[in-house]
């Protein structure tokens, strides 16, 4: 019975493989607001009742997406930090900015799903909460140990963070301890820079205005480092 299971568990797993790869090249053609289960079904030969003892819904399919793409993302980013000296704070901020956009690079429509315009009428369960913070927590582990060995000096830029603004600062700490108001909020700037800069190579905003995009991305990349306040 038990070898039974596992076998049907097995059949399972690799259906469910099936569907989603399906269901990523659907988003390159369609985009997720056109996904459909019943697309899926028919190109596997499935009655389309039988897809939803795999997915009830179509948001199912769309959560079980932005896991795998945030988990993916996630992976490449602590693989690119892993495989830096724990001391090389510079060196290790700018792998793990360029592990994320040659991801998205590779991934564009996977990218796009998670960090793109909101599907009308999704929203994301409490699923996807570990899975998104994976890039988070790499980014905030290196400034947090930055802060900590003594190698973060901030330039002065002569701005205060708003007192307003501490509890929202609060909240982000949780994933680099110990680091002051005005790091989250450098730190959070970077952040959105970097996403920024992924998100006008994806979309089309660089066209006929910036050519030679890797060094444009690795020399920005290395200004959001400073402004953070790693060596240079």
């Known amino acids: 019975m038990s070898a039974s299971r596992t076998a049907r568990e097995r059949v399972r797993a690799e259906l469910v493989r099936e569907i989603t790869d399906i269901a990523r090249r659907h988003l390159a053609s369609d985009g997720a607001s056109g996904l459909s289960l019943r697309a899926i079904a028919r190109e596997m030969g499935m009655v389309s009742s039988a897809i939803h003892r795999y997915f009830a819904t179509k948001d199912d399919l769309l959560t079980a997406l932005i896991v795998d793409g945030y988990n ?35 991934q564009p429509h996977e990218y796009a799903l998670i960090h793109g315009s909101p599907v009308p009428g999704y929203r994301a369960p409490q699923d996807t909460i570990a899975p998104a ?5 790499v980014y905030g582990r290196i400034i947090a140990e930055a802060h900590s060995a003594g190698r973060l000096t901030p330039p002065d830029i002569g701005l205060t963070v708003p007192a307003i603004l501490s509890t929202d600062a609060q909240a982000v700490r949780s994933v680099m301890p ?41 020399h920005n990349s290395r200004i959001l480092g400073r402004l953070l306040g790693l060596p240079g």
Do not use: K
């Not at 690119?80 to 956009?101: E, N, Q």
């Not at 989250?184 to 660089?206: H, P, S």
């Open 178 to 218: 110990g680091v002051s108001d005005d790091v989250v909020a450098r730190a959070i700037t970077a952040w959105t820079g970097l996403y920024g800069m992924i998100n006008f190579e994806l979309f089309g905003q660089f066209h006929n205005v910036i050519n030679h995009r890797a060094e444009f991305f690795d």
């Open 72 to 106: 993916a993302s996630g992976a490449a980013v602590e693989a690119a930090d892993a495989a830096c000296s724990p001391a090389d704070f510079t060196g290790r901020w700018l792998a793990v900015s360029h592990a994320l956009r040659d991801w998205a690079l590779a």
């Open 133 to 137: 913070a994976r890039t988070t927590i």
